[in-house]
């Protein structure tokens, strides 16, 4: 194994291994801890800019073989950044982020809260100041009883009203435990 005076592997090493269980590839030394005896390789031969890092224990290491040394993969005056992927994975968390901050309601207690997420779970829903609205039509209002729920058809009403007296049957039945 290409390893430096101090038995570490040296950084930016083109190697071929195979491991103790028959797997081959090859790989450049990223890095080397010496404490966990784990090595970290970048596959070579990748298309495209996405790498693959493997964590492989030295041990796992059953042949190698030496195929250059490479440039220093780490050096940060060429790095390789896609700001177009970035700043989708970026507006994506965003979106998710913000998706999830409007379904918990300002103002409203938890037993309104854990309702608002129990009818989330089958229905669309969403807050209205300290209203749950429901497939945009039905409307349950505090303090968040079948006998609060109006607006929209009556067969979705009563679908409403269902639900939420099961649902707090639940929740009483979960807090009387």
């Known amino acids: 194994m290409e390893i430096a005076s101090s038995g570490e ?3 930016g090493c083109h190697l071929s291994i195979k491991t ?6 090859e790989g450049q030394v990223l890095t080397y801890d010496r404490l966990s005896n784990v090595v970290v390789l970048q596959d070579i031969g990748q298309a495209g800019s996405r790498r693959n890092l493997r964590f492989l224990k030295a041990n796992f290491i ?3 073989s030496l195929l250059g040394q490479g440039d ?3 050096d940060l005056k060429d790095p390789y950044i896609d700001i177009n992927t970035l700043q989708s994975r970026e507006a994506a968390a965003v979106r998710h982020a913000e998706a999830e901050a409007e379904r ?3 103002g409203v207690t938890r037993e309104a809260q854990d309702i608002f997420d129990a009818l989330s779970k089958t229905l669309p829903v969403r807050w209205e100041k300290t209203d749950i609205v429901v497939m945009n039509e039905v409307w349950v209002g505090s ?3 079948p006998e609060n729920v109006t607006g929209g058809p009556a067969a979705a009403n009563e679908r409403v009203r269902k639900v939420l007296e ?3 049957r639940r929740l009483q039945s979960r807090t009387s435990q």
């Open 9 to 11: 592997f040296v950084v």
């Open 20 to 25: 103790i269980v028959g797997e081959e590839f």
């Open 62 to 64: 059953e042949d190698f």
């Open 72 to 74: 220093d993969p780490l």
């Open 104 to 106: 918990i309601g300002v």
């Open 143 to 145: 303090p968040y009883l």
């Open 166 to 168: 099961l649902e707090r």
